[in-house]
């Protein structure tokens, strides 16, 4: 009984009820699937037309080669034969993925060692770098290769020379203006008015200098808000365009910025009036001269510039063999210090050559520096220390570090008031005050706020604190009326 669609014994037996013919279950039922009828005729046929056949289970017979020893052992030979093919087959693949191993690590020994050359040669050129900047110029510059520093013109240099003169006579005199907040009044300081403005990843505030009535604030999204301190409302918002990462109230109305892109932008009355692009990276500190007259910025790129307020140009630029993180002018004008990331130091230069004075070892990267308006003082902080550092302009060396302020958490920035009594310092556990007691030469932390805070300024009289978070929340901490 064989199937009579492939011929062998089935094993699944099953029979047409119209032909009587035999089949495999299987074959038929996937024949009549597809086609409908039966095998070898024009009859319809279904799977209910099959009748199953039981029959006992067929033994196959062996092939006609393994019916004899030796047709078993030429079988057994033959698997011999294909086993040790495929054994050589297998040795050869082997042999060929070790070469082609054997060069690919070769490749990669020869990339890393290319790779390394490259970042050597990349670490040299940045050190060139140092003394020679290229920048590509904007508005009325044009391109410049600066090697050695360059000194202020006639006309500014003499402005500095009346502002230092000016200003350094009028201070031994100057006394405490009867109008300022005590020790007392800072003491009892709390937090009066908060505003959250629409500014995220806030960088920046700066209070107006005329009176204090304004604050601006900026941050990484290029929005600039500008916060009513008297009315503790928000006044107005523009954009400008770039992300901002500080800001300085110049005189009158207008207000100048640093990007990450390295521009210098000045903007009145929420107008962009010029853009000054002196630096091959992010302007990261911007300082005005005493006079009014000068505008400093520092970067990333090692470049100190300084620019002609009046018309809105580069008139100096002087080098730094580490990039820079902060500046500041001396309360007379005539020094301008700037901090740096690499080498951890405050280094102070002329503000006429760009010539570098002197320099004070911090130890870590500078975080923010401010000078006091005793003229002999210049405090600064390193990121993600808890301390201060006070330096005297008079002394050299260890001689030169008068004082250090442990604060107790990470600082961020610093504030000194005018009258140079309170140090101001803020940090993301809150803001804090330091009392400088002229009549006991002693230090003493007189306010203790948990603010927390990117930056902040004091307001007008020292009546006030101003400050911003990263969020771009605006808390002005002061004594209640």
Known sequence: MLCAISGEAPEVPVVSKKTGTVYEKRLIEKYIEEHGKEPGTDAELDVEDLLPLKAGRVVRPRPPTLTSIPALLATFQNEWDSLALETYTLQEQLAQTRMELATALYQHDAAIRVIARVTKERDEARQSLASVTVTAASGGDTDSMAVDNEELPSALSEVVDETHKTLSKSRKK?????????????????????????????????????????????????????????????????????????????????IVFGTTKGAVKIYEAGAEVATLKSHAGAVTGLAVHPSGRILASVGADKTIALYDLDNGTRVSRAHSTSSLTSCAFHPDGHLLAAGTSTTGEVQVYMTKTGELATSFVLGAPVQALVFSENGYWIAATAKGQTTVTIFDLRKEGDAATAKVLDIGSAVSALSWDYSGQFLATAGPAGLT?????????????????????????????????????????????????
């Open 174 to 254: 100057r006394g405490v203006p009867a109008d300022w907040a005590s020790n007392d009044d800072v003491a009892a300081f709390e937090p009066v008015a908060s505003e959250d403005l629409p500014v995220s990843r806030a960088t920046s505030i700066n209070v107006e200098s005329a009176d204090g009535q304004y604050a601006a604030i900026a941050g990484l999204d290029g929005t600039v808000a500008i916060f009513a301190v008297a009315a503790q409302k928000l006044e107005r918002t523009f954009e400008v365009g770039e992300p901002v990462t500080t800001a300085l109230w110049t005189a009158g109305t207008r």
């Open 433 to 481: 005050v330091q009392h400088y007691a002229k009549s006991s030469k002693k230090w003493s932390q007189t306010l203790s706020s948990a603010t927390p805070a990117v930056a902040v300024q004091w307001g007008a009289h020292a009546k006030q604190l101003l400050s911003v978070n990263a969020d771009g929340v605006v808390t002005v901490v002061g004594g209640k009326e």
